[in-house]
């Protein structure tokens, strides 16, 4: 990797979490899917976002999931824990458990439900920053933790703490992104944490994206980012609009029902959802099959 390159690379599958018949952890699926999306040309991987139905995984078994990627991957990609709760006392705990298992760094989302002032969520990752040593990827998704996390906030973190490395920004607010990029300190990176976004966040000084898609077509989308980090934006546009319209059909529906269901039409199948999520129906595989024929993902 480039010297210049952002530590944790620019591909980052937010990898689904396999599940056997019965909707219980399938480890040796994990780490096979694992190891064909660093065969794909993933730069890291986060385990157990909400593509890997973090809110369902409790965490005993996040902790042999994190065990099983990490004893797949070995040492060839960085893998990347989610820990992040919306409780900060017990995102400490479950972190400081995490980190002997060999991870390379965390993701933490802003807390959800509670609906933190700005100053809430910088205490929370302030304090989860100042109790761990491995890096921190700051995660803001408001349509589903409800609030967004302020440009401000997020400069206050990545200027006060040293471990908190990157933002996975997926707020849709590019005015935002671009405050970020142009005032963070150096070797701060903003990840796009939407597919779709991935291009604009990118010329507005974005380093890559946290991805869904990658778990699908994942050569694909590392060829748009690497175009876009090389400055050609004309075939990065158009690799773009190649798969864009995958990138869109996946969120058809709460992710990750599609993606998984992508897997499975793709001939690597990962298992269902867990409850209050539900399988993708007969039209909406039918529908996506024929997206990912329409991308060439699918004979």
């Given at each position: 990797m480039a010297d210049d390159a952002p530590r944790f690379g620019r591909l980052i599958p937010a990898m689904v979490t396999p599940f056997d018949e019965d909707r219980e952890l399938d480890l040796d699926r994990a780490q096979a899917l694992a190891d064909r999306l660093v065969e794909g040309g993933s730069d890291a991987l986060i385990i157990n976002g909400t593509t890997g139905e973090s809110p369902t995984v409790f965490y005993p078994q996040k902790m042999d999931l994190f065990r099983a990627v990490v004893a797949a991957v070995d040492g060839r990609v960085p893998v990347i824990a989610n820990v992040g709760d919306n409780c900060t006392a017990d995102t400490v705990e479950f972190a400081n458990n995490v980190a002997p298992?060999?991870?390379?760094?965390?993701?933490?989302?802003?807390?959800y439900y509670n609906k933190p002032p700005q100053e809430g969520m910088y205490q929370h990752f302030r304090t989860i920053a100042d109790a761990v040593e491995l890096p921190v990827i700051l995660y803001n998704i408001p349509g589903r933790c409800v609030v967004n996390m302020e440009a401000e906030t997020t400069l206050r973190l990545a200027h006060d703490c040293p471990n908190v490395i990157a933002i996975k920004e997926a707020s849709g607010r590019m005015d935002q992104v671009e405050?970020?990029?142009?005032?963070?300190?150096?070797?701060?990176?903003?990840?796009?944490?939407?597919?779709?976004?991935?291009?604009?966040?990118?010329?507005?000084?974005?380093?890559?994206?946290?991805?869904?898609?990658?778990?699908?077509?994942?050569?694909?989308?590392?060829?748009?980012?690497?175009?876009?980090?090389?400055?050609?934006?004309?075939?990065?546009?158009?690799?773009?609009?190649?798969?864009?319209?995958?990138?869109?059909?996946?969120?058809?529906?709460?992710?990750?029902?599609?993606?998984?269901?992508?897997?499975?039409?793709?001939?690597?199948?990962?298992?269902?959802?867990?409850?209050?999520?539900?399988?993708?129906?007969?039209?909406?595989?039918?529908?996506?099959?024929?997206?990912?024929?329409?991308?060439?993902?699918?004979?």
């Open positions: 298992l060999g991870v390379d760094g965390f993701m933490c989302v802003v807390p405050r970020i990029v142009a005032e963070a300190p150096a070797g701060f990176s903003v990840y796009s944490g939407d597919d779709s976004a991935t291009l604009e966040i990118m010329r507005r000084g974005g380093v890559g994206v946290i991805s869904t898609i990658a778990n699908v077509a994942p050569a694909r989308m590392k060829e748009i980012v690497d175009l876009c980090a090389a400055g050609e934006w004309e075939r990065a546009g158009q690799a773009n609009e190649a798969l864009l319209p995958l990138m869109e059909g996946l969120f058809a529906t709460s992710n990750p029902i599609l993606v998984k269901e992508a897997l499975k039409l793709a001939g690597f199948p990962v298992g269902g959802v867990r409850l209050p999520l539900v399988d993708a129906t007969p039209e909406q595989s039918e529908t996506l099959a024929a997206i990912m024929r329409q991308v060439g993902v699918l004979a």
